[in-house]
DNA sequence: CCTGCGCAGTAACAATGGTTACAGAAGGAT
DNA sequence: ATCCTTCTGTAACCATTGTTACTGCGCAGG
C-alpha cells in the first residue's frame, strides 16, 4: 500500500499526509464489474484511486440508471460525501470498469485533514472541481444531444479510459448507462456500422474510424 | 455592506473574516432581470448572496439554455469557478430573478482565506455539496422525468423561491429554463389547467393545486 | 381611435426514441 | 449433437416532444 500511495501520490501529499494515509486507510484490489459501494460503505470512505477506472452512475427509484463519469488514476470522488449528506431519495453507485487498485479513507479525517494539510485541502477542491465539470459536461449530452451524439461520445470516451478501441459490452450494457433501450442502441450502432465507424460483433464491438 | 454581510453572514463567519471581506468585496445591488455575471467579470469573483434569488443557466454553444438551480440568501456560487478552470466551450448564465443583494470577492483570496479561516473553509465545501446535490436533482430531472414532471416541478421550486404563487413568465420564459419549445409548454400548461391546478392569465399564471 | 407587437391557443405534421414481438445466430453445457 | 441461454437484427407500432403555421387577443404608443 506505502508504496502504491507513494507513486501516485507521493508528488502532491506531504509525506506526513501520506503516513497518516497508511494509518488509517484500507487497501482494497477490486476486479472488473466489482460493485464497489455498498450503500452501507457509503458514508465511511473516501476513495482515493491507484489504478484502474471506476465508473459512477446516478440510479433513480424506479432503478433507472445514467453514467455519470469515470474516475482513474489520482481521482477521488467527493461526490460520495455530498451525495450521502443529501436526500437519499436517489443514489449513486460505482462499478469497477477495469481492474483497479484504490484506498479508502473514513469521512471522519476530512474535516481534521483539510485543516492540516495544504495539500490534502487543494486535492479535495481540485476533486470538487472536476466533478462538477463532468457532471455538467454530462448533464448537456443529456439535455443538449441526441442519443446518436451521445452515444458516440461514450463510445469514445469509453476507449479512452480503457485505452483500447476494442470496446466489450454488450447493446444491453450501453443502453443502461445511457438510460435508453436495447433495440435504439442497437439501432444506432447499426448505422454508425454502415457508416463505417465501427465494426460490430457479438459481445464487443471495434471503434474504426469516430 | 458591513451590517448587511453581519445580518446574513455575522453567525458562520469570524469578525476578522468579515472585516477582511469588507476590505477587498464590492457590493452591489441588481434588479431583477440583471444578467449578473459577464464572461468579464467571471474568473474574478465569487458572489456573496445576501438577499434575493439568481438563477444559474447553463448555456451550450447554440445559445441552447437550461435552468441548473437558483441561488438565496446565504448561498454562494462555487461553481462560478469551476467553470472558467475548466473548458470554456460552454457556460454559465447567472441572472437576478428578483432584486438582489450581493457581495463580489476577488478569487484570489479564496486560497488565502481556506488556509486562514475554518469557518470560510466549511461554508467553501458546503457551497460545494449544495451545488453539486443541486445539479443531480436537474440531471435526474432532465434525465429520468417527462416534460410536464419537470414542469410542475418547475412551477413549484420557482414558487418557493420568489415566495409567491403567481409566477410572473411567459410560456416563452419558461420553455427558456426548460429547454423546450413555447407551443409544448403552452400545450402542457393548458393541461395543467384543464385539470385544476393552475389559472393562466396574460404574462403570468397561478398555482392553484399543486 | 387605430396600429402594431408580443403573447397565447390550436391544428397538423415530423422526428425521435421507446416498446413489443419475433427470428435467428453464437456459444456454452451436457 | 442437442439443448439452452444470451445476444443481435428487424419490423411495426406508439408516445412524447418539437416544428411550422396561422389565428385572435390585449395592451401600449402614436
Not at 470522488?77 to 460505482?94: L, V
Not at 465494426?199 to 469516430?210: F, M
Request: charged share 30%; proline share 2%.
Amino acid at each position: 500500500m506505502i508504496q502504491n500511495l507513494t507513486e501516485e501520490y507521493g508528488n502532491i501529499f506531504e509525506p506526513e499526509l501520506i503516513n497518516e494515509i497508511v494509518q488509517v486507510g484500507t487497501f482494497k484490489e477490486v476486479p472488473e464489474g466489482y460493485k464497489l459501494i455498498e450503500i452501507g460503505d457509503y458514508l465511511r470512505g473516501m476513495p482515493l484511486l491507484i489504478s484502474g477506472v471506476i465508473k459512477i452512475l446516478r440510479e433513480d427509484e424506479d432503478g433507472d440508471e445514467l453514467l455519470l463519469y469515470y474516475l482513474e488514476k489520482g481521482d477521488t470522488c467527493s461526490m460520495t460525501m455530498a451525495c450521502c449528506i443529501g436526500d437519499a431519495k436517489s443514489e449513486i453507485r460505482a462499478i469497477a470498469e477495469t481492474d483497479a487498485k484504490l484506498i479508502m479513507v473514513p469521512i471522519q479525517k476530512m474535516e481534521e485533514w483539510t485543516t492540516k494539510y495544504k495539500s490534502w485541502r487543494n486535492f479535495v477542491f481540485n476533486s470538487y472541481h472536476e466533478r462538477l465539470n463532468e457532471l455538467l459536461s454530462t448533464l448537456d449530452s443529456v439535455a443538449f444531444q441526441k442519443m446518436d451524439e451521445r452515444l458516440i461520445g461514450y463510445l469514445k470516451e469509453k476507449a479512452r479510459v480503457t485505452k483500447n478501441d476494442i470496446i466489450h459490452s454488450t447493446h444491453q450494457d450501453i443502453a443502461y448507462d445511457l438510460h435508453s433501450s436495447r433495440v435504439v442502441i442497437s439501432r444506432l450502432l447499426k448505422k454508425l456500422e454502415e457508416m463505417g465507424k465501427i465494426k460490430l460483433h457479438r459481445n464487443y464491438l471495434e471503434l474504426l474510424d469516430l
